[in-house]
């Protein structure tokens, strides 16, 4: 929900569909990190640290 609001908040007038697409473009590198750490999450090779890590790039996303 929030990354939902960041991203339409940010739309200046434009079509949702294109304020969500052009978010996605300014943080596709912080996008591909987390998925990429998702995906590592969910093949079970994780250790605290990592979690920890996650928890802090979601949180990072969130933030931008």
């Not at 998925?35 to 928890?55: D, H, P, T, Y």
């Amino acid at each position: 929900r929030a990354l939902t609001t960041q991203a339409l908040a940010a739309a200046s007038g434009r079509p949702a569909d294109q304020a969500v697409a052009q978010w996605l473009t300014e943080h596709v590198m912080v996008i591909q990190r987390t998925v990429s750490l998702i995906q590592e999450m969910r093949s079970g090779n994780m250790s605290v640290a990592k979690m920890s890590f996650v928890n802090r790039q979601i949180r990072d996303l969130l933030n931008k």
